[in-house]
């Protein structure tokens, strides 16, 4: 059974449900205008019926499509042949148990986890759904390729289209929205990069003219296979949770794209029996860029079997535009405004019985340097997860005993300028970074110490403050 026989993308609001073709490149029905899913005829292929099943792929790691922490799950998301497939080894991420961070949180120690997305090739999940949506791309013969960014989806394409020499890669960022760390690797990689005046949500509205008027094919996570990818994060998770279900997921929020994966994935998951248990979902806003916590939290917005209020979005909408309201947070990469996957992470919301919360600067950066000094690090964005836990801790919405699994989405070094400037004894720096964003204190700030270069200033600077 070939693989456009199995699955096949579809509209995901129920009263239109139009179905097409797994060939053809859409990033939203040509019916109705909402979001397409990828889905499968599962009965027409040969889906695992246990983990032991995927398991077995572990022991052809020669093959590299086994080797990939994305790909080993292929038959959880069976659209491509395996010759179109592309990887580059993406997905080796590592889910650890943090107990410094757990205490941070207010959890029982062995009970929080971290998921460590960072330690992708690109140094973001983003690959996680790139080296899918690319192969879609290679599947339907795509010369070029495009993206809206903060910055790791476009490090991502890039990457994947300099390996590969399969297609070029344009990027389209916004005016000082990105940070050196994300923007060398794109430049580096040698994409074209266009920086328009404006933010990632002007930027979004620009590469979907253009990806629509010349034909080049869209990977921001509006592509529906870019989720498919995203899915393997949750199945690693459960892999080296030796397939039990934890109780929480919690993950930040931007376009919605993971948080709507994660979804989808335990909703396939239950379905084809895989697990009986659905993790509770928790996203989390970053409190300058709250469109979800706001809609979710203050209008009351639901999936509503398909039927959210979208009167209520549009004049949040409207109103955000009247006021000139931008979105505005140190973790860049959440700093989204019109969260392209809205409705489709209201449904993840509603199957996986979630919560939205929003999160300071000043919380998300304590937050990023308590993961810091207890574990491998992340950027800004990554750290609003755990300090996303820590407030529904305090709030007694997670238990102590509760099993939490954080994602931790980008790697430390993706926004270094923060992180020197949070551990900063310069005053002006800390202010031009961090205090303009709100941020008042470096509360957990490892200051380095300014010593004379002779021995014993050394010596006695070591007995002092080691
Ligand atoms: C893209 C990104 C996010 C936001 O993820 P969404 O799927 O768009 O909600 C969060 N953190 C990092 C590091 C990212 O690169
Ligand atoms: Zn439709």
Known sequence: MSNSQIAYQKCISPSCGKTYDIQQVLVACPQCGELLDVRYNWDKGAPPTSWKDIEKNWAHRDNKLNFSGVWRFRSLFPFAPDEKIVTLGEGQTLLQQANEVAKYVGMNADNLHLQYEGMNPSGSFKDNGMTAAFTHAHMVGAKRAACASTGNTSASLAMYCSVTQLMKAVIFIGTGKISYGKLSQALDYGALTLQISGDFDDAMVRVKEVTRDMDIYLVNSVNPFRLEGQKSIMFRVLEALRWEVPDWIVVPGGNLGNSSAFGKAFYELKQLGLIDKVPRLAVINASGADTLDQLYNRQGVRWNDGNPQRDVIKAFYDKMDA????????????????????????????????????VTDQEIMDAKSRVGSGGIGCEPASAASVAGAKLLREEGVIAPSDKVVCILTGHLLKDPTATVAYHSTDQDTFNEVLGSRGVRRATFANRSITVKNELDDIVQAIQLYG
Do not use: M, W, Y
């Open 323 to 358: 006021e000139g309201l931008k979105a505005s947070t140190l973790a860049s990469a959440i700093e989204i405004n019109r969260p392209v996957n809205l409705i489709k992470c209201l449904r993840a919301l509603d199957f996986c019985n979630g919560v939205v919360r929003q």
